[in-house]
């Protein structure tokens, strides 16, 4: 592992940077603004997630179209762009004056970061690395946990010395220096050619499957239930964390503090499920990666103190962590890696979708009396129904891998 990371060095650390980046568009960073931004434009739970989950359906929509940008540009390319967008959308957050603007400055932040940041670094650490793939999606996604566990810290400390609006433009600020290192460390852009013997890495019946015939296969949609609600509901416990904790009677600061432990154990198990992908494929692992998330959840409707709800943060981090490598290696392992741009598009459009849905429906859910414990209990049910609707999908498919 060690040799590996150093012989690609700065093809990871490129992918490392992108996902970090990511962070100011996911909701665990927006959603800590929930307060501030509810206050400043006088909005409801419900108003503040269906404006939410309008701007990010519409991101969903367009990552359709733009995800396939990464069959037809390179990296290098491509990705000083989408980080000019950020923080261009950072800036849009911090001087927005109107409620009627808010659902067009989602829009853009979780286009640019949660969409297409994550979607780039996904798909080029796919098509750079064959052989190691799992190892190099567990290292380039780093940037996700080394975000999760600093940023929100920092943010709530933040707060208490800045005005919301100036930390936004901090993150832009952060993102514009962030594109000429994007700009060097790309300098030379990797070819699996180059190190590895594999070319193209080919899908199922030992073939290259387009965009169309993917939405077409049965496995497809056995598995959106599994992606579309790992990114519902892992999005809407982050999006209600301040409410999540006023309801326990808990300083949110002492919520905070627990994210770190939830990033160690996604760190952990991110870098164990990479290596594990490597040697055993995802046909034998993605099936039960969701399964800690019917425990997570489950601790968090019934548990009273701090310490059920750090427990429930390991079993979220379990998943969190799998979730990271798993489902990008496996549209590659299954479908091959020819059209994978455009199929991984389809996919993470769904997931953002499901991003948009989680906050919409919780919100709405708590406008109407329905409380957080009663819903996480119905999450937990959801995840026991998508594991088994995977571990069906995966069970019909993978007789037709030729490994």
């Known amino acids: ?8 060095s700065q093809w990871l650390s490129a992918g490392i940077l992108l996902t970090f980046l990511s962070s100011f568009g996911q909701t665990y960073f927006i959603s800590i603004f929930s ?12 108003d503040w997630g269906s404006i939410y989950g309008f701007g990010t359906f519409a991101s969903a929509i367009v990552m359709i179209w733009a995800g396939g940008l990464t069959d037809i540009m390179r990296v290098r390319k491509l990705g000083p762009i989408v980080l000019f967008a950020l923080a261009t959308s950072c800036l ?32 080029a650490m796919s098509r750079w690395f064959v052989s190691n793939r799992g190892k190099a999606l567990s290292v380039a996604n780093l ?22 609006q100036e930390i936004w433009i901090i993150a832009a600020l952060i993102t514009l220096f962030a594109i000429p290192i994007l700009i060097w460390l790309l ?15 080919f899908g199922m019946n030992n073939r290259h499957w387009t965009r169309k015939q993917t939405l077409i296969h049965p496995l497809f949609w056995f598995m959106m239930p599994a992606f579309i609600g790992q990114s519902a509901f892992n999005t809407a416990f982050f999006f209600l964390q301040v409410h999540f904790s006023e309801i326990k009677g808990w300083d949110h600061f002492n919520l905070v503090a627990m994210f770190p432990v ?15 992908l490597d040697k055993f494929g995802t046909a034998k692992l993605i099936p039960f990666f ?21 427990i429930g943060f390991i ?45 919409a429906i919780t919100g709405l859910l708590l406008d109407f009396d329905i409380s957080l414990n009663i819903q996480y209990v119905g999450i937990s049910i959801f995840f026991a129904f998508s594991s088994a609707l995977m571990w069906i999908g995966v069970s019909r498919s993978k007789v037709h891998l030729f490994k």
């Open 1 to 8: 592992m060690r040799n590996f990371i150093y012989n690609n």
């Open 35 to 46: 307060g501030e931004i509810r206050n400043t434009f006088n909005l409801s739970h419900g």
């Open 92 to 123: 849009l957050m911090a001087f927005n004056p109107l409620v009627i603007l808010l659902p067009l400055v989602i829009f853009c932040l979780r286009l640019t970061g949660q969409g297409m940041s994550t979607h780039i670094s996904a798909v």
């Open 143 to 164: 940037g996700f946990s080394i975000g999760e566990a600093l940023i929100p810290i920092l943010l709530v400390s933040a707060l208490a010395y800045f005005a919301w």
């Open 187 to 201: 300098r030379q852009e990797r070819s699996p050619q180059s190190i590895d013997a594999e070319d193209q890495s």
């Open 262 to 276: 939830y990033t160690g154990v996604a760190i952990t198990t991110m870098i164990l499920s990479g290596v594990l």
């Open 290 to 310: 969701q399964l800690p998330m019917i425990v997570a959840f489950l601790l968090f409707a019934y548990g009273d103190t701090l310490l059920m709800a750090l």
């Open 315 to 359: 079993f979220l981090g379990i998943t969190s962590g799998a979730n990271t490598t798993l489902p990008n290696a496996f549209w590659a392992e299954f479908f091959g890696t020819k059209y994978l741009g455009t199929i991984k598009a389809a996919a993470a459009a769904a997931m953002v979708l499901g991003s948009a849905i989680g906050p």
